[in-house]
């Protein structure tokens, strides 16, 4: 029985399926939320165990055997390294879009409640680091939600909400440097400058235009400099005011 909605292999047929390997991915991914609800000083809360069974639910077909999987995890059971689990779901051929989407309702379950904590930051780094995530995509990530916990309150003092601000504006300088980078200019180029530089990027990784095969890391890797491109030219010209 295959535990992935469009499975962790998306672009193989059934009889290419590895059901062993798959549920071992899916056991992975299950690693990765105990880690993260587990990093808030040892305080499990059900808004978290919510939010990986939302996950659950929504990639895989069965998971009621993750959610006892993941109820072992936090009673205390022995989990394997963020590395290790990295590596299962990697050598499982999740695409990067599916990889980054995990990482996205990882960020979302360490948010949800109140308090995210240092601890829970960094472990997700590490998860980001070990999935192969691209610096980019995990800036936009911290800032989106970093952003949301500054803009909604969720933090246990006013000390705390002010670090959340120095952390919003360190991270949108930083964010803003790499959207540079991710455009190949610098910070002083012309307006002119930043739509030409954007233009012969999407112009040559357009995914309707691509002659690789779809789905092939090479079709992959220009899909996502595509969104990534389009992303920071739109930070940009919101900074400078660009129509």
Not at 73 to 84: A, K, R
Not at 205 to 212: A, G, S
Request: contains cysteine; negative net charge; charged residues 35%.
């Amino acid at each position: 029985k295959r535990y992935g909605k469009g499975g962790v292999f998306p672009n193989q047929p059934m009889s290419q399926i590895d059901p062993d390997a798959e549920w071992k991915a899916a056991c992975a991914v299950v690693a990765l939320f105990a880690y993260v609800i587990r990093s808030d000083n040892g305080e499990i809360k059900d808004e978290e165990i919510a939010m990986a069974h939302e996950y659950f639910d929504k990639r895989y077909y069965s998971s009621y055997d993750l959610y006892r999987k993941l109820n072992r995890y936090l009673e205390g059971t022995e989990i394997p390294s963020c590395m290790d689990c990295a590596l299962t779901i990697l050598k499982s051929k999740m695409p990067y879009g599916d990889r980054l989407e995990l990482l996205e309702s990882l960020f979302a379950t360490a948010y949800d409640s109140e308090g995210v904590c240092d601890a829970e930051i960094q472990k997700l780094r590490f998860i980001a680091k070990y999935l192969v995530i691209k610096d980019w995509d995990l800036l936009s990530l911290e800032y989106k939600y970093e952003y949301r916990k500054m803009e909604s309150g969720k933090s246990q003092s006013d000390e705390r909400t002010e670090e959340s601000k120095k952390r919003v504006d360190d991270l949108s300088d930083t964010l803003m440097r790499h959207a540079y980078s991710v455009l190949g200019i610098s910070s002083d180029a012309t307006d002119e400058e930043v739509k030409t530089a954007y233009r012969e990027i999407v112009k040559a990784c357009r995914p309707d235009k691509l002659t690789v095969p779809e789905g092939s890391k090479e079709w992959e890797e220009s899909v996502v400099r595509f969104r990534q491109t389009n992303e920071a030219y739109e930070l940009v010209c919101e900074k400078r005011g660009m129509a």
